[in-house]
């Protein structure tokens, strides 16, 4: 174990959406046309969202870097990596299961456009109209039809014998899927630090305010630690995916990612990690 530096990090970061750029097309994986487009759709996601974080780097430095916004885009990468590790456990069926929830989201919006056509505000009764004539009534059938169809891969029976509704496509939360595939750590220690952004907690305040001798101030600068641990969490998020990807597909192999964390020499005398950074402290 050692600590990397924050510019490290970032480099890590860059060597790891570099690599990931080099997908030129993918071979259909056994599992079907629907794990192999959901991966590469993941996979897609996360390289978008390092480079992303890579671009605000180089336009802001890490002084005036945006900490809060990179949290945010840094949370959307360990889910993603928690669900396609959670879909790969049973890669057939719980892909398709995945797109048939789309269905049921369909729904719920079409019908929350429904209920508000009748709002007690008469601004939101005419938005939501004019968007159901346009978009929804024609198309009312249909989506009822699809999300019927699905429906019952959705729900379950609690213990007084109600059917209840999944409220999402795996009926589990992240912190139960992250159990499942071995993130629990991750979900600790990171995740739960990053969803104070998302969810707009105390933590994100934090990031403005400034306690100083002669009063209050508060600032848009990044705190201290903000610019290295949003590249330490993304580049960790990002090998452990890319590895999963790497086994699933043969794009690449476990050495080349693991090649990414290769770095000059920090100034301590610490032992380059070598399990995976997906679970380490590097």
């Given at each position: ?12 970061v ?6 990931g ?14 794990y ?11 390289l ?24 945010t885009?840094t ?5 993603t ?76 029976i ?10 999402n496509?795996a ?18 220690v ?16 934090d990031?403005?305010?400034?306690l100083r ?70």
């Amino acid at each position: 174990m050692k600590y990397l530096t924050a510019e490290q990090h970032r480099d890590i970061v860059a060597k790891l959406l570099a690599l990931g750029q080099k997908v030129d097309g993918t071979q259909y994986h056994p599992a079907g046309a629907e794990y192999t487009s959901l991966m590469v759709c993941f996979l897609l996601h996360n390289l978008s969202a390092a480079d992303a974080l890579l671009r605000l780097a180089k336009s802001f430095g890490s002084e005036w870097f945006p900490a809060t916004v990179g949290y945010t885009i840094t949370r959307t990468m360990f889910e993603t990596d928690v669900t396609a590790h959670y879909i790969t456990q049973s890669a057939s069926e719980r892909s398709r299961q995945y797109i048939a929830f789309g269905a049921v989201l369909t729904k719920k919006e079409m019908d929350a456009c429904q209920k508000h056509c009748k709002s007690n505000a008469a601004s939101w009764r005419e938005a939501m109209n004019l968007v159901w004539d346009n978009h929804w009534s024609s198309r009312e059938c249909e989506v009822n039809q699809k999300a019927a169809a699905v429906q019952a891969q959705f729900q379950r029976i609690s213990g007084n014998g109600k059917t209840v509704d999944f409220k999402n496509w795996a009926g589990k939360s992240i912190r139960q899927m992250s159990e499942e595939v071995d993130h629990a750590e991750a979900y600790d220690v990171f995740y739960s630090e990053l969803s104070a952004f998302t969810h707009v907690n105390v933590r994100l305040a934090d990031r403005f305010l400034r306690l100083r001798q002669d009063g209050l101030a508060w600032s848009q600068m990044a705190d201290e630690f903000d610019f290295g641990n949003v590249f330490r969490h993304s580049a960790n998020f990002l090998t452990c995916f890319l590895e999963l990807f790497a086994t699933q597909f043969g794009t690449w192999v476990q050495k080349d990612v693991q090649d990414c964390w290769e770095v000059e020499e920090a100034d301590n005398n610490g032992v380059q990690p070598k399990n995976n950074p997906c679970h380490s402290m590097a």
